[in-house]
């Protein structure tokens, strides 16, 4: 019964010695859902003290955890309804915040502040936003396709890769890289071949950032599509012209 005491004693007087989250940049796209690790080390309760997630340049409040009730009325109305804590996950320390529909914003520099009866702790922690990759054509002729894929939003700067439909990668145009404020916009070409199959030519677009990937694939028709498609818009005027002629001396006939 007294070991059982002094058991509970110690943990009744377990201080927070520090909180710990990723080493590097957390990295999502716009539209997902993320999670901002923070956790106590060591992995006390953390459901009787006081959790906050705020801006670190601006202090502003992104969630407040205030010894076992949400506070959320000074939270930032543009994270009003995104933000979760995880209550149960509270019991073994982890202080961990979901943010759901990311937008391009949110990327920004947060700070867990743990408040405890015994002290104060705080870890910084970055979030990278960028887009889902877009894929646009900016022309073709002589059974050649140029493809242009954009992203932006990153921080630092991604790799852009293109790939074709067996994963490798394919020579394509340095990538073109602005900043704008803070995030980076980034850009690459590519010029594909008409081959001799009659298939779809199948690419991929693939950002990377942090080991995070996001890719997005299009399927080009071959040239010969291309060159039929322009043929049948051509001849459109002159069949449309052909069977009103024929319509209106079908009428005449018929008079």
């Known amino acids: ?58 202090d502003d409040v992104v969630h407040l955890y205030y010894y076992g009730v949400d506070n959320l009325r000074q939270q930032i109305p543009a994270y009003k309804q995104r933000t979760t804590l995880f209550r149960e996950e509270l019991k073994r320390g982890n202080a961990s915040l979901k943010l759901s529909s990311v937008q391009i914003s949110d990327g920004q520099k947060y700070r867990c502040f743990v408040v405890s009866d015994t002290g104060n702790v705080v870890f910084l922690i970055s979030l990278v936003v960028g887009t889902k990759p877009v894929i646009s054509a900016e022309g073709h002729g002589d059974g050649r396709v140029s493809l242009v894929c954009e992203s932006t939003g990153w921080n630092p700067a991604p790799e852009v890769e293109w790939l074709d439909s067996e994963g490798k990668i394919l020579p394509a145009e340095p990538t073109e890289s602005h900043r704008v404020t803070e995030d980076f916009s980034v850009k690459r070409r590519v010029t594909v071949e008409e081959g001799d199959t009659h298939n779809n030519i199948s690419l991929t677009c693939r950002v990377s950032s942090h080991k995070h990937t996001k890719e997005e694939q299009i399927h080009v028709p071959r040239a010969h599509h291309w060159k039929n498609l322009f043929c049948v818009f051509l001849l459109l005027p002159v069949i449309v012209a052909v069977i009103g002629f024929l319509l209106r001396k079908g009428i005449s006939y018929l008079r």
């Not at 957390?26 to 801006?55: Q, R, T, Y």
């Open 1 to 58: 019964m007294m070991k059982l005491c002094l058991i509970l004693l110690i943990l009744q007087w377990t201080t927070v010695s520090k909180v710990v989250g990723p080493a590097g940049p957390v990295v999502a796209v716009v539209g997902e859902d993320l999670i901002l690790p923070c956790s106590l080390k060591p992995n006390i309760s953390a459901v009787d003290m006081s959790v906050e997630w705020s801006l670190a340049d601006s």
